[in-house]
């Protein structure tokens, strides 16, 4: 049997210490925004690592939630990340599965329109003169279908599909199994982990989505949280109104009530990755099973 | 219609062979259909919109019916003072990020993957991914309280006895800080696409290696790696087609006056020339850095191929 | 074999419908940029064909309402009280188009350029207006029309305001109604840290360059900066003190007849050898080209002077004011307004941008609607120059929106009662787009802003009102070629200011500066400044 030598523990060591810091350095945005968004906004200006607030108040929180029509953005964020993320899957899933197999026609010149949408886009107007004339405007379907079979999502899932040994694929159709068959009996449960980063990736992207939103849905009932979190967030671009007016609100303190809308957004998101992270490790598990 | 049918008379063999795969992949591609033309619907119909960067776009007669302008509009934006500064700038980040940015996520997941304790791994990993979700308005902000010369780096530097510097201010220490905070901010969500194919490794190799008394370094040189390198080749080709954006919202974000000489890209050149939106000019710019990115993506896609054939995007 | 056959009938059949679909949907999405703007102008002639016909009676009482659809910057709920209360008052039958402040600009340039324009639309910058009138989607609006059926705007504009006239010309030709923006006639005012001065042992407000150094030198014994200033602004970055010097760097001016810009002249060279003597001596925070964090070094005692305070820094009633957040840190925080300081010549300024905001412009189907602009006209000059209908449309009705700050009259002002302290749940109700400003016609005439701002504050306001510096366009940034060229100026003027500021060039680096300034499109702009400067005398 294989022994630790005094060498790898020092990397063992060494590699904790790394990754601890790491992980502290990546831990503070996110500490230091819910710090803020606890604080009150008087206290938000004083100086500081902002690594606790000094006399937490939920007070922004209240503000935040309080809002017309964030529960409504939330639903709606919600019911486009998860229509989003089923028709992705399944769309490219089962386009990217076809073009992982060796025999199927003009599979380079697919991969080249592909790629070439990729880099080329036709811009804003005829994107929006399309969404227009398809009826899709206010509609929910504005925001999932343009994405559903990007080059990127499918090319990194058609390599994973590549991965998978032929024999596997030959020996299921020897037995009789069709094409569906074999793409979700054998191809998909084999390749749960690329799964699960392209769902999280999805989820993550229609979670976090706005201008699309902003564009295509006109219907403020149909809006989405991100575009909440983006009035927030972003400065007056208009010059006039910045300089005197907003001095004159006085009784606005953004900062605050910035770093809690970023919070009710982000922390809904945050929390899929756990359930996210099984999935790597069930790769495994079947990885073992088909070896 | 007429002249495909005019070859397939002249060479029945290949034709008929044609038909045999197409025949034989039905099922494939009826699989497959669904999922391209949506595909084709969103991004090739809309395509027609790449000849505004051709035209001297006049609203009432849509994009097909106003004139061409030619290369005017190309003209227009390379004709600015400083395109050539913000270009060598460009490309400066652009090679130094894929010296250092692209290669973090990669370390990370070998990092990780070598941690037996499954608790503190999947806590690392949750943790490191947090800087992604915060977009760059609130990250500059952070960093520039933490960077500053009484932030807190400065002050863990003064434990070491080294003097304040301003650490995002100064322009000899910009392109490190721009490397630095874009490696914090992406190293995480970057990995999660190598933890994927980690999880995909078969243990039985690393137990065969074990049982051979193979050491941990040849174990993550000859197992761990080589099958990290498909997702590698792919994750950097598809990155080179975006080779000169390099990070927009990050640089715009964090550049102060002092910065803008050796901070200034592309994007933020285009911007300062666009003070309202035009669509036009806007295109031109696309364009040029897409035919740049598929110039790119080709050469390295040839290079791939010809070292191994299997690998490449097409 | 006829099995193969019946394939591959499918399989054309197939890519026959995909193509098809593609160039039929492609030829939709290219003919429609033709095909929408005569629809929409259908639709627009549909609706206002039945007004046509009661238009034969010309407005008089009891005719069918006129319809007009009205592109608004803030969510404005449906049927809201300001809508309604238009509706009642004019007659007229409004189809809000409500589009949130963050997204508007955007969302307003996707509908223009796709064939959906409004009859009636607030455009925060002239340069959008422009580019719109460029591409012949606005309506001319005749300034006899205007006299005609808007005097009471016309008036004060031309009285407070006339720069706003620049902000809608396009071509001759004027396309809009410039709104009235009351509170950019001032300045924002400087205050001072007077506890640290007192430390430093400076007992006196310093109000001359002279005297700031002074106190500089002595706040520098203490550990104190003397100031700090937003270095990331084309127009922040030091701008009291150099209207010390009589000068403000970006805006147009007109010295003898000529047209110049500020940025060029030789008092910002003099201003800048001051400042990069402070910056030498340590009186500036090396981090002003940040501009981020002001607040906090501020009232964290980090620099004395700010030259770019609210008008409500020493509110201590108010939670969030400089003082009060001062005093949380720091019981015996002291802040004071200064006079704006003043240079070797006795001069003294600060940015300002006068007192023209924004733009209200009309669709291209107006033109043949005569009767909706004049109405839209009518609701606009009412609402900024009626007493009760601007205070009912910006602040809405006393006793539910708003109420007397002293109980009894407009002397201390007004305040919002709760929940309408926030202005979004006001917008909502289709009241108040900004404080003091209605969606129907923006802010009111002065003589309203005097009146809900209180006397206390006007006091203030007026103290910075003779020093408050204008451009002679309103925006610097409205010249024809200014797309071309204002933002490398920007870039240009930011960056050698901060160099020479910080000693990374000599103070003599201006003069290749200002050759540089010329040569990338300053002398340009300044011929084409000088033209509609002389064009609208």
Same mark, same amino acid.
Do not use: C
């Given at each position: 049997m294989y022994k630790t030598t005094w060498n790898e523990k020092l990397f063992d060591t060494l590699n904790v210490i790394v990754l601890i810091l790491l992980a502290c350095a990546t831990l503070y945005p996110f500490i230091y925004t819910l710090t803020v968004s606890l604080s009150l906004p008087s206290e938000f200006k004083l100086p500081g690592l902002k690594l606790f607030p000094r006399d937490p108040t939920l007070a922004s929180y209240a503000h935040v939630l309080d809002q017309t029509g964030i529960g409504r953005a939330f639903f709606n964020s919600l019911q486009r990340t998860v229509i989003g993320v089923a028709v992705l899957?399944?769309?490219?899933?089962?386009?990217?599965?076809?073009?992982?197999?060796?025999?199927?026609?003009?599979?380079?010149?697919?991969?080249?329109?592909?790629?070439?949408?990729?880099?080329?886009?036709?811009?804003?107007?005829?994107?929006?003169?399309?969404?227009r004339n398809l009826g899709l405007l206010d509609s929910v379907w504005a925001l999932v279908l343009p994405g559903a079979v990007s080059a990127f999502n499918l090319i990194i899932m058609r390599n994973f599909f590549q991965a998978i040994p032929e024999e596997i694929i030959d020996s299921a159709k020897i037995d009789g199994a069709g094409e569906w068959r074999v793409l979700f009996r054998i191809v998909l449960p084999l390749s749960t982990p690329v799964l699960a980063v392209v769902a999280l990736w999805a989820g993550v992207h229609h979670w976090n989505a706005w201008f699309d939103a902003m564009i295509y849905i006109q219907d403020l009932d149909k809006q989405v949280l991100q575009l909440f979190v983006r009035r927030a967030v972003i400065e007056e671009s208009d010059e006039l109104a910045s300089q005197v007016e907003l001095l004159q609100a006085g009784n606005y303190s953004s900062e605050t009530l910035k770093a809690a809308t970023v919070m009710v957004a982000t922390i809904p998101i945050l929390c899929i990755y756990p359930f996210i992270q099984r999935f790597f490790v069930k790769g495994i598990m079947l990885g073992s099973v088909k070896g | 219609m007429k002249s495909e049918a005019a070859v397939a008379?002249?060479?029945?063999?290949?034709?008929?062979?044609?038909?045999?795969?197409?025949?034989?992949?039905?099922?494939?591609?009826?699989?497959?259909?669904?999922?391209?033309? *949506?595909?084709?619907?969103?991004?090739?119909?809309?395509?027609?919109?790449?000849?505004?960067?051709?035209?001297?776009?006049?609203?009432?007669?849509?994009?097909?019916?106003?004139?061409?302008?030619?290369?005017?509009?190309?003209?227009?934006?390379?004709?600015?003072?400083?395109?050539?500064?913000?270009?060598?700038?460009?490309?400066?980040?652009?090679?130094?990020?894929?010296?250092?940015?692209?290669?973090?996520?990669?370390?990370?997941?070998?990092?990780?993957?070598?941690?037996?304790?499954?608790?503190?791994?999947?806590?690392?990993?949750?943790?490191?991914?947090?800087?992604?979700?915060?977009?760059?308005?609130?990250?500059?902000?952070?960093?520039?309280?933490?960077?500053?010369?009484?932030?807190?780096?400065?002050?863990?530097?003064g434990y070491f006895g080294l003097p304040p510097v301003n650490w995002l201010i100064e322009p000899s220490s910009f392109y490190g800080m721009v490397v630095i905070t874009d490696i914090w901010q992406s190293i995480g969500w970057g990995s999660i696409v190598y933890f994927a194919a980690?999880?995909?490794?078969?243990?039985?190799?690393?137990?065969?290696?074990?049982?051979?008394?193979?050491?941990?370094?040849?174990?993550?040189?000859?197992?761990?790696?080589?099958?990290?390198?498909?997702? *590698?080749?792919?994750?950097?080709?598809?990155?080179?087609?975006?080779?000169?954006?390099?990070?927009?919202?990050?640089?715009?974000?964090?550049?102060?006056?002092?910065?803008?000489?050796?901070?200034?890209?592309?994007?933020?050149?285009?911007?300062?020339?666009?003070?309202?939106?035009?669509?036009?000019?806007?295109?031109?710019?696309?364009?040029?850095?897409?035919?740049?990115?598929?110039?790119?993506?080709?050469?390295?896609?040839?290079?791939?191929?010809?070292?191994?054939?299997?690998?490449?995007?097409? | 074999m006829s099995k193969h056959k019946k394939w591959t009938q499918t399989a054309m059949w197939s890519l026959a419908a995909v193509l098809l679909l593609s160039i039929v949907l492609a030829g939709c999405s290219g003919g429609s940029n033709n095909d929408t703007p005569p629809s929409e102008n259908d639709q627009v002639g549909e609706s206002t064909d039945n007004n046509a016909s009661g238009e034969a009676g010309n407005n008089g009482a009891g005719d069918e309402p006129v319809a007009l659809s009205w592109m608004v910057r803030g969510v404005?709920?449906?049927?809201?009280?300001?809508?309604?209360?238009?509706?009642?008052?004019?007659? #007229?039958?409004?189809?809000? $188009?409500?589009?949130?402040?963050?997204?508007?600009?955007?969302?307003?340039?996707?509908?223009?350029?796709?064939? %959906?324009?409004?009859?009636?639309?607030?455009?925060?910058?002239?340069?959008?207006?422009?580019?719109?009138?460029?591409?012949?989607?606005?309506?001319?609006?005749?300034?006899?029309?205007?006299?005609?059926?808007?005097? =009471?705007?016309?008036? %004060?504009?031309?009285?407070?305001?006339?720069?706003?006239?620049?902000?809608? %010309? !396009?071509?001759?030709?004027?396309?809009? #109604?410039?709104?009235?923006?009351?509170?950019?006639?001032?300045?924002?005012?400087?205050?001072?840290?007077?506890?640290?001065?007192?430390?430093?042992?400076?007992?006196?407000?310093?109000?001359?360059?002279?005297?700031?150094?002074?106190?500089?030198?002595?706040?520098?014994?203490?550990?104190?900066?003397?100031?700090?200033?937003?270095?990331?602004?084309?127009?922040?970055?030091?701008?009291?003190?150099?209207?010390?010097?009589?000068?403000?760097?970006?805006?147009?001016?007109?010295?003898?007849? %000529?047209?110049?810009? =500020?940025?060029?002249?030789?008092?910002?060279?003099?201003?800048?050898?001051?400042?990069?003597?402070?910056?030498?001596?340590? !009186?500036?925070?090396?981090?002003?080209?940040?501009?981020?964090?002001?607040?906090?070094?501020?009232?964290?005692?980090?620099?004395?002077?700010?030259?770019?305070?609210?008008?409500?820094?020493?509110?201590?009633?108010?939670?969030?004011?400089?003082?009060?957040?001062?005093?949380?840190?720091?019981?015996?925080?002291? $802040?004071?307004?200064?006079?704006?300081?003043?240079?070797?010549?006795?001069?003294?300024?600060?940015?300002?941008?006068? =007192?023209?905001g924004n733009i209200f412009a009309f669709g291209k189907q107006l033109e043949d609607h005569p009767e909706k602009m004049q109405k839209a006209l009518e609701i606009m000059n009412e609402a900024v120059t009626d007493q009760e209908m601007f205070f009912t449309l910006a602040f809405g009705e006393e006793g539910t929106h708003w109420e007397y700050v002293n109980g009894t009259d407009f002397k201390e002002g007004i305040t919002a009662i709760p929940p309408y302290d926030d202005p979004s749940v006001l917008q909502e109700e289709g009241i108040g787009m900004s404080r003091g400003a209605s969606f129907f016609g923006h802010s009111g005439i002065y003589d309203f802003y005097e009146m809900y701002t209180g006397a206390s504050i006007m006091e203030l306001n007026n103290m910075y009102l003779d020093g408050s510096m204008y451009d002679i366009f309103g925006k610097p940034d409205i010249l024809p070629s200014a797309g071309q060229y204002w933002g490398d100026l920007q870039k240009l003027k930011t960056e050698t200011y901060a160099k020479i500021i910080r000693g990374d060039q000599p103070v003599d680096y201006f003069d290749s500066f200002v050759q540089q300034w010329n040569e990338m499109g300053g002398e340009q702009l300044r011929e084409e400044g000088q033209a509609l400067y002389d064009s609208l005398q």
């Open positions: 899957l399944a769309a490219t899933a089962m386009t990217a599965y076809p073009l992982s197999r060796k025999g199927f026609p003009h599979r380079g010149l697919v991969m080249k329109l592909f790629v070439f949408s990729m880099l080329f886009s036709g811009g804003l107007i005829p994107m929006y003169l399309l969404i | 008379a002249a060479r029945p063999g290949r034709f008929r062979e044609r038909l045999q795969t197409y025949r034989h992949n039905r099922f494939l591609i009826y699989m497959f259909l669904p999922g391209f033309l *949506i595909f084709f619907i969103f991004s090739y119909v809309p395509m027609y919109g790449i000849m505004i960067a051709f035209k001297d776009y006049r609203i009432l007669d849509g994009i097909a019916g106003s004139p061409w302008a030619g290369l005017e509009h190309f003209r227009y934006l390379f004709a600015g003072q400083g395109f050539t500064n913000a270009l060598r700038n460009t490309v400066v980040i652009a090679l130094l990020k894929y010296l250092f940015v692209f290669p973090a996520p990669i370390i990370l997941a070998l990092l990780l993957n070598e941690i037996r304790l499954s608790w503190f791994r999947r806590t690392i990993q949750t943790i490191s991914y947090l800087p992604h979700f915060f977009s760059w308005v609130i990250l500059g902000g952070i960093l520039f309280t933490f960077l500053g010369r009484e932030g807190g780096f400065n002050q863990i530097l980690l999880a995909g490794i078969d243990p039985t190799l690393y137990e065969a290696a074990i049982a051979d008394g193979a050491s941990r370094w040849r174990r993550i040189w000859h197992i761990t790696l080589p099958s990290l390198v498909p997702v *590698i080749t792919i994750m950097l080709l598809l990155s080179l087609g975006n080779f000169l954006q390099v990070g927009f919202d990050q640089i715009y974000n964090l550049m102060t006056p002092t910065t803008s000489d050796v901070g200034d890209i592309l994007d933020t050149y285009v911007l300062r020339r666009l003070l309202t939106m035009d669509y036009e000019v806007g295109a031109a710019a696309g364009i040029f850095s897409s035919v740049f990115g598929l110039l790119l993506v080709i050469v390295a896609n040839y290079l791939v191929k010809l070292y191994d054939k299997d690998q490449g995007i097409w | 404005v709920l449906e049927d809201s009280f300001g809508e309604q209360f238009v509706e009642e008052n004019f007659g #007229v039958d409004l189809d809000i $188009i409500s589009v949130p402040g963050a997204d508007y600009v955007q969302r307003q340039q996707i509908m223009m350029t796709t064939g %959906e324009v409004p009859d009636v639309m607030f455009i925060l910058d002239p340069n959008e207006m422009k580019k719109y009138a460029n591409q012949g989607l606005l309506a001319e609006v005749p300034m006899d029309l205007i006299e005609q059926y808007a005097p =009471g705007i016309r008036a %004060e504009i031309d009285e407070h305001a006339p720069q706003g006239w620049y902000y809608t %010309e !396009y071509n001759g030709a004027n396309y809009g #109604v410039p709104t009235l923006y009351p509170s950019g006639r001032f300045t924002t005012p400087v205050t001072w840290r007077t506890d640290l001065l007192r430390q430093a042992g400076i007992d006196e407000i310093p109000e001359t360059i002279d005297e700031m150094t002074a106190a500089f030198e002595a706040l520098k014994q203490i550990d104190v900066y003397g100031m700090s200033t937003n270095g990331n602004s084309y127009y922040q970055a030091f701008q009291k003190i150099f209207g010390a010097y009589g000068v403000m760097p970006m805006q147009w001016t007109v010295r003898d007849g %000529e047209v110049v810009n =500020g940025a060029v002249l030789p008092e910002a060279k003099e201003a800048l050898a001051q400042l990069a003597e402070w910056y030498q001596n340590g !009186y500036i925070d090396p981090e002003f080209v940040t501009g981020a964090n002001m607040d906090t070094k501020y009232t964290d005692g980090v620099f004395a002077f700010s030259q770019n305070s609210s008008i409500y820094s020493t509110d201590e009633s108010n939670p969030n004011s400089a003082i009060s957040v001062l005093r949380a840190v720091n019981p015996d925080g002291e $802040i004071a307004f200064g006079p704006l300081p003043k240079g070797p010549r006795g001069e003294s300024g600060g940015w300002a941008w006068g =007192g023209a």
